[in-house]
């Protein structure tokens, strides 16, 4: 069973920062990409950033690119969001994901997700 929980959420000023934290049980994470995505109140979930199971390789929705930030420590079981230049936009729960990397589509079909985390960007 994974299980995922993410944590460091919260409400910041626009052009804030916020690194958000997923720690992913289970011991063949070191195997699985990891996404981020993100819902706002009244919208579809989206797609945020994603990485590949070894961290060589990340991909970014368009909105955030050049902002955000992810990264992981295998030995930690964790993938981190940094999220520089924040905006009232990027307000929404974001969750992250997990799946077994088979090399393509990092952009959605997830098995697992988190419970989610607020992030709240006042204007």
């Known amino acids: ?8 959420g919260g409400l ?5 920062s916020l690194r958000l934290s997923c720690v992913v ?11 981020w995505f993100r819902q706002a109140p009244g919208k579809e979930r989206e797609f ?5 199971w070894s961290g060589g ?11 955000f930030t992810i990264s992981r ?9 940094q999220m520089n230049s924040l905006k009232p936009d990027d307000t929404a729960v974001y969750y992250c994901a997990a799946k077994p990397d088979t ?5 959605s079909s997830y098995n697992y ?3 989610g985390s607020q992030v709240t960007v006042s204007s």
């Open 1 to 8: 069973q994974v299980q995922l929980v993410e944590s460091g």
């Open 12 to 16: 910041v000023q626009a052009g804030d």
């Open 25 to 35: 049980s289970g011991r063949t994470f070191r195997w699985y990409a990891v996404g």
């Open 48 to 52: 945020v950033a994603a990485t590949t």
């Open 57 to 67: 390789s990340a991909y970014y929705a368009d909105s955030v690119k050049g902002r």
């Open 73 to 81: 420590d295998n030995a930690k079981n964790s993938v981190y969001l």
């Open 103 to 107: 090399g393509r589509d990092y952009y």
């Open 113 to 115: 997700w988190g419970q």
